[in-house]
C-alpha cells in the first residue's frame, strides 16, 4: 500500500549560489507559507553565519499547502540543502527523506562540480530529478544552453528543463504544479509497523535532544513508546511539531510526514543520526536503511584558551555533534596547549563553521591548529600506523616513509583561465590526468594531495579564474611523499600545536615564511620573544619579535577613570583569549599563522 | 570651567571656545556652577573640605571676582579649611595680570599649564603662547607672592628630542617650582592629534625615544630633589599634590561644571560609591542644572570588582604604592587574596615589588604600568 497520495517530499539541490533558498523563498510565498510580514530574502537560512557569509550551513524543512490546479489540496514538505561540498553529508541525508529533487542550475554558469555530484546522489537514492534553470532574469543567462547541457551531461530531457526566476517570480506556479505531477507520492506503507527515520537533530535546553524525521511506515502519535533501534532505548513522544515553517505541535505524524519528534533525551549519545524509530510494543523487524558513515578529510586540534573550559568544549562538541552528524572528534593532548580535541571535518570551510559555531553558540574562546590531512605512516618495524596529527608523527629515525592521500580533482572553468590553473596545480605539486572540452567549458582533471587543496586551494582557484572555476574531488588513495615534520620553538620551547607536516621541497620556504607569520601574529611581550623553525634540530629560520619598551597612561584623574578602566578591560579581554606558552602569550590566530603563508 | 581661548589639537576635555569669553557667558555659567553646587552638596554632607581644585578648560580666563564668586559658594557649603586651592593658569599676558588678584580670592597654588619652554615645540603642539610668556607667567606668578607652584610639561610631543626635552627640564628646573607634572603626550582618538597619527602623518619620536626621554626626566627631577611619586607628578618634600592624591586614593570628590566627574562617597546602598559625569556640552549640562535633577549626568555605581581593580591600579601609579591594610579593610581581604596568581607573575616578571604592607611598581613597572593594570580587571 502506498502513502498518502496528496504528500510530495522534495528536497532543492544545486551548486553553491545557484539560487536554491531563494527559489524556496518563492515557493514558501507562493504557497501564502509565510506572510508578507515574515519575508526576508533566504528566509530558510536561520544561522547568523548563514546569514552573515550568504551560504546555507545547514539544511532546512519547510511545509506547504497547496492548492494545485487540479483543485486537490496537497501538503508539499520542502528541503533546501547546502550547495558547498563540505556540507554534502546534510544533502545525502535531506535526499533519504524525500521522493523527488529540484535539480537547480546557474542559467548564466551553468553545471558546475556540486551540481553534478548532487545530481548523482540523488539519482543513487532513487529520488525523480526535475531539472530547473534558475536566474534567467540574468542578462548574461542562456537557458536554453544549459537546458542542452543538462541533458549532455545529466541525462535528462532538455524539453523537462523548467526556467525560473527566483528573483523575479517567473516560472515558479509552473514549478509547483512539476512538483505535484513528477514527484511520487510517498514511499513506505501508513499500516506498517512504525518505521521513522532520523535525518537530523539538535539540541534544546529545555527538552534536550529533539530529532527530526521522516516517517516512512505507520504513524507516530504524542505519548506513543517508541524505540530508537540501534541502541534499543525507549522513550516516549512528548511532543510532535510540523513546520510550516515554524514549529507547531501537532499529534500524530502519518506516513510520508516529516516532522520534530521531543521525546524527553537528555542522553546526546542515544540519538544518531541514521536511526531509525519504531514502536516500542511492536517494533518493526528491520531498520532502514540509515546513512553512510563519513570519511572526514580535513583535521585540526581545537582547544580551549582557559584550561578549565575544557568540560565545556566536551558538551558542546556532543551538542554539536547531534547537530552536526559530519563531525567527528576525539581527545588529544598537547604539551604546549593542554587538553583539548582532535576533530575531523569534511573540508576547511566545515572546520571553520564548526569552530565558529562552537564560539558562538556555546560561548567558548578556541585555539585552532593548521588543518592537517591523514598521513599513512610506515615504520622501519614495519609497523603502519594513520596519523591526523604532526605530533603523532613517530621520529624520522624510526621512519620507513609516510603516505599522503592523493585526490582524483575535477576542474571545471572556462577556456581563458586554463594557464594560470595549470600553474596553480603544478605548485600544489599536482599531476595533470587529462582535459577535455564541454561546450564553453573545460573540464581539467588532477591528481593532487589532499594536503595542498585543504587550505586555501578554492579560494586560489576563485582568484585564478574570477570566480567561474569550480572544484570537485573524490580520494583516490594513498601514495608516498618526501614529506618531513616542521617544529616551531618560542623562546626555545617547542610548540607542538605549532608544527607542521610538508614536503621537503617546500620545507624551507615554508619555515621561513612561518617564522615570518608567527612574529606578525605575537604581540610584543615584556621580553624578547625568538621564534625558531626547524626540521628535527636543524633550525632553519629565526626572527624576534622585539621586546615591549613602554606602555604607560600618562594622565589619570577623576574625569579619565571609567574610560581607563574600560581601556584595561579591552587589554585584559585581549590577552584573555592568548595561550601562554612557557613566558610567551601566543594569540589564538597565531595557531592558524600556517594558513597565512600564501598571502605574501 | 571649559573655556579656552583656543582649542590645542590634542586635546579631548570638554572644552568650549571663548575668544575672548564675554562677561555675560562668564556670569550666566558661573550662576550654573552655584546652582549645582547647592543642588549637589547634599550627598557631600557631613564632609569638610580638604581642597579647592579650579581646573578646565582655563580657568585663569575669569576675572578675579569670578573665582572670588566661586570659592566664597564653596567654602559656604561646606565646613573646613581647605589644604590647597589651586588655579590652572596658562601662560597667556591676559591672565598674568590677574594673578595678585587671585591670590587675594583665595588661590593658594598655581599650575601653570608650560607644557614647554621651547617656541618649536610650543608651536608643533599648537599651543597659543611661546615660551617668554611662561617665562613671564612664572616670574608673574613669584611676584605675587605664590609660594606653591606647579609646572606642566609634555615629552615626546611631535618632532621633539632627546636635547629638547633636557633642555625644557633645564629651564623649568631654573625656577624651582615646587610641583612639576610631566605628561608624555597622549594621543586620543578624535583630536586632530589623534586623527592625524591614525594616518600615519604625525611625527613623533619612536618608542625608544619616547623611553629615554622619559627615564631622562626621572633622573634629571630627582637628581634636583624632587620626587616622582606618582607616575607623572614631581614634588619638591612636602609639596605633593593634595587634590590630586584624591583620585588615586578614590577619595570623594565633588565635581562641577560641564563635563565635570564626581566620585560620589560610598553609602549603605553604594558601598563603593558612584561616579557622576556631567553632560560634555553646555547646553544639556545647563539644563540639567536648571531643571533641578541633575538630568543628563551619567551615573555609574562601581561594583566591588570594579572598585577593587581601581583600588589598585590608581594606588600603584602612586610611588607610596598601594597599602594593603586600606584595600584589606575596604574589600574584606588583602590584595592577595583576590590576586594571587597575577601577583605572583608580575612580580617574577620584575614589574611589581610585594612588601607586606604595600605593592609598589619597580621602575620597570612604571614603565609598563599599563601592562601590569590589566592584569588586575
Ligand atoms: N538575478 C538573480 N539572482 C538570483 C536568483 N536566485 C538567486 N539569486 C541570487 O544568487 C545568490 C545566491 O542565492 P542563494 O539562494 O543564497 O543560493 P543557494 O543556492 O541557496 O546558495 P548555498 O545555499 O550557499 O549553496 C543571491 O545573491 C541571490 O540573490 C535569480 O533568479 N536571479
Ligand atoms: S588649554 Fe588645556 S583645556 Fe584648553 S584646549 Fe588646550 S589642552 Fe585643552
Ligand atoms: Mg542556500
Redesign the pocket.
Given at each position: 500500500m502506498a502513502g498518502d497520495p496528496r504528500i510530495r517530499n522534495f528536497c532543492i539541490v544545486?551548486?553553491?549560489?545557484?539560487?536554491?533558498?531563494?527559489?524556496a523563498d518563492r515557493l514558501l510565498e507562493a504557497t501564502g507559507t509565510l506572510s508578507d510580514r515574515e519575508r526576508r530574502?533566504?528566509f530558510l537560512?536561520k544561522m547568523d553565519l548563514e546569514r552573515e557569509r550568504?551560504?546555507?550551513i545547514k539544511a532546512q524543512t519547510a511545509r506547504m499547502p497547496y492548492r494545485a490546479q487540479d483543485g486537490e489540496e496537497y501538503l508539499l514538505n520542502l528541503i533546501?540543502?547546502?550547495?558547498?561540498v563540505d556540507f554534502s553529508y546534510e544533502v545525502s541525508r535531506a535526499l533519504q527523506a524525500c521522493e523527488g529533487a529540484v535539480l537547480?542550475v546557474d542559467a548564466a554558469q551553468g553545471i558546475e562540480a556540486q551540481t553534478l555530484a548532487n545530481a548523482y546522489l540523488a539519482i543513487d537514492a532513487g529520488l525523480e530529478i526535475l531539472p530547473v534553470v534558475?536566474?534567467?532574469?540574468?542578462p548574461a543567462a542562456d537557458p536554453d544552453r544549459v537546458a542542452q547541457e543538462i541533458e549532455d551531461v545529466v541525462g535528462l530531457d532538455a524539453a523537462d528543463v523548467l526556467s525560473?526566476?527566483?528573483?523575479?517570480g517567473r516560472g515558479i506556479d509552473a514549478l509547483l504544479e512539476r512538483i505535484v505531477a513528477v514527484v511520487p507520492p510517498p514511499r513506505g506503507n501508513p499500516a506498517a509497523e512504525l518505521r521513522a527515520l532520523i535525518f537530523d537533530s539538535w539540541f534544546d535546553s529545555y527538552v534536550g535532544a529533539v530529532m527530526l524525521v521522516r516517517v516512512v511506515d505507520g504513524s507516530v502519535t504524542a505519548g506513543q513508546r517508541i524505540r530508537m533501534m540501534a541502541r534499543g532505548t525507549d522513550r516516549e513522544v512528548q511532543e510532535l511539531h510540523v513546520l510550516d515553517p515554524h514549529p507547531r505541535k501537532v499529534d500524530c505524524l502519518a506516513a510520508g510526514e516529516v516532522g520534530v519528534v521531543v521525546a524527553g533525551v537528555k542522553t546526546l549519545a542515544e540519538v544518531r543520526v541514521g536511526d531509525t524509530l519504531t514502536d516500542f510494543r511492536q517494533p518493526a523487524s528491520e531498520a532502514l536503511p540509515g546513512f553512510e558513515d563519513v570519511k572526514p578529510m580535513v583535521f585540526t586540534g581545537l582547544y580551549p584558551v582557559l584550561a578549565e573550559n575544557y568540560e565545556n568544549l566536551k558538551t558542546a562538541l556532543e551538542k554539536l555533534k547531534l547537530n552536526d552528524a559530519s563531525l567527528s572528534y576525539e581527545p588529544e593532548t598537547s604539551a604546549a596547549l593542554g587538553f583539548g580535541f582532535r576533530c575531523g571535518f569534511l573540508g576547511f570551510l566545515h572546520s571553520e563553521i564548526v569552530q565558529e559555531r562552537l564560539e558562538r553558540e556555546y560561548d567558548l574562546d578556541l585555539i585552532a591548529t593548521a588543518p592537517t590531512v591523514r598521513y599513512r605512516v610506515v615504520e622501519k618495524n614495519g609497523r603502519v600506523a594513520e596519523i591526523e596529527s604532526p605530533a603523532a608523527l613517530p621520529d624520522a629515525a624510526d621512519l620507513d616513509r609516510i603516505e599522503e592521500p592523493v585526490i582524483l580533482a575535477t576542474i571545471h572553468l572556462p577556456p581563458e583561465f586554463v594557464g594560470p590553473v595549470i600553474k596553480l596545480c603544478q605548485e600544489r605539486r599536482g599531476t595533470q590526468r587529462d582535459m577535455n572540452h564541454h561546450g564553453s567549458r573545460v573540464q581539467l582533471r588532477y591528481e593532487l594531495p589532499l594536503s595542498e587543496v585543504v587550505l586555501d586551494f578554492h579560494d586560489r582557484l576563485k582568484g585564478a579564474t574570477r570566480g567561474y572555476g569550480s572544484l570537485d574531488y573524490e580520494l583516490q588513495g594513498y601514495r608516498q611523499a618526501d614529506l618531513v615534520k616542521l617544529d616551531v620553538m618560542v623562546n626555545a620551547d617547542p610548540v607542538d600545536a605549532l608544527s607542521l607536516i610538508v614536503h621537503r621541497d617546500k620545507s624551507h620556504q615554508r619555515g621561513t615564511d612561518l617564522a615570518r607569520k608567527l612574529k606578525e601574529f605575537i604581540p610584543r611581550q615584556m621580553y624578547e620573544v625568538a621564534i625558531q623553525a626547524a626540521i628535527g634540530t636543524r633550525v632553519i629560520a629565526r626572527t624576534t619579535v622585539k621586546a615591549l619598551r613602554k606602555n604607560v597612561t600618562a594622565k589619570c584623574y577623576g574625569g579619565d577613570i571609567t574610560r581607563k578602566r574600560k581601556l584595561l578591560e579591552k587589554q585584559k579581554e585581549g590577552k584573555r583569549r592568548m595561550k601562554r606558552v612557557g613566558s610567551v602569550e601566543i594569540p589564538q590566530e597565531a595557531f592558524l599563522a600556517a594558513l597565512r603563508l600564501d598571502d605574501s | 570651567m571649559p573655556f579656552c581661548e583656543r582649542i590645542c589639537p590634542y586635546c579631548d576635555f570638554a572644552v568650549i571656545r571663548a575668544r575672548p569669553l564675554s562677561p555675560e557667558d562668564e556670569s550666566a555659567y558661573l550662576d550654573t556652577l552655584c546652582a549645582e553646587l547647592h543642588a549637589r552638596a547634599g550627598a557631600f554632607e557631613g564632609r569638610r573640605l580638604a581642597s579647592i581644585y579650579l581646573g578646565g578648560g582655563t580657568p585663569s580666563l575669569l576675572q578675579a571676582r569670578s573665582v572670588e564668586r566661586i570659592l566664597g559658594a564653596i567654602r559656604g557649603a561646606f565646613p573646613g579649611d581647605p589644604e590647597e586651592t589651586t588655579l590652572e593658569v596658562n601662560p597667556s599676558t591676559l591672565e598674568t595680570a590677574r594673578l595678585p588678584d587671585f591670590r587675594v580670592a583665595g588661590i593658594d597654588r598655581i599650575s601653570l599649564g608650560a607644557q614647554s619652554f621651547d617656541d618649536t615645540t610650543l608651536r608643533r603642539l599648537g599651543r597659543g603662547h611661546r615660551a617668554s610668556e611662561v617665562h613671564r607667567s612664572f616670574e608673574a606668578c613669584r611676584a605675587a607672592g605664590f609660594a606653591n607652584v606647579s609646572l606642566d610639561l609634555i615629552v615626546a610631543a611631535p618632532g621633539q628630542t632627546l636635547t629638547e626635552v633636557e633642555a625644557d627640564l633645564v629651564a623649568a628646573l631654573a625656577y624651582a617650582p615646587e610641583h612639576l607634572s610631566v605628561y608624555e603626550l597622549s594621543l586620543e582618538p578624535g583630536t586632530p592629534f589623534g586623527k592625524a597619527a591614525a594616518r600615519g602623518r604625525l611625527q613623533r619620536p619612536g618608542e625608544e625615544e619616547a623611553v629615554a626621554m622619559l627615564e631622562c626626566v626621572e633622573a634629571r627631577l630627582c637628581a634636583a630633589g624632587y620626587e616622582r611619586y606618582e607616575i607623572s607628578s614631581y614634588a619638591r618634600p612636602g609639596h605633593r599634590s593634595v587634590h590630586n592624591r584624591r583620585y588615586w586614593q578614590r577619595l570623594p570628590v565633588l565635581g562641577l561644571g560641564m563635563g565635570a566627574v564626581s566620585s560620589d562617597p560610598p553609602s549603605p546602598r553604594h558601598p563603593f560609591g558612584l561616579r557622576r559625569s556631567n553632560p560634555r556640552e553646555l547646553a544639556p549640562y545647563s539644563e540639567g542644572v536648571a531643571a533641578g535633577d541633575g538630568a543628563g549626568a551619567q551615573v555609574e555605581v562601581l561594583g566591588a570588582r570594579e572598585a577593587r581593580a581601581e583600588a589598585v591600579f590608581l594606588a600603584l601609579r602612586t610611588g607610596d604604592g598601594l597599602d594593603v591594610e586600606l584595600f584589606a579593610g575596604e574589600f574584606g581581604a588583602p590584595p592577595r587574596h583576590f590576586f594571587a596568581r597575577e601577583l605572583d607573575r608580575l612580580t617574577a616578571d620584575g614589574l611589581l615589588e610585594e612588601a607586606p604592607d604595600a605593592l609598589r611598581l619597580t621602575p620597570r613597572g612604571r614603565m609598563l604600568s599599563d601592562s601590569v593594570f590589566a592584569s588586575f580587571l
Open positions: 544545486a551548486h553553491i549560489d545557484h539560487g536554491k533558498s531563494t527559489l530574502d533566504q537560512d550568504g551560504i546555507t533546501d540543502t547546502p550547495g558547498h537547480v534558475n536566474k534567467i532574469d540574468l525560473v526566476s527566483a528573483k523575479d | -
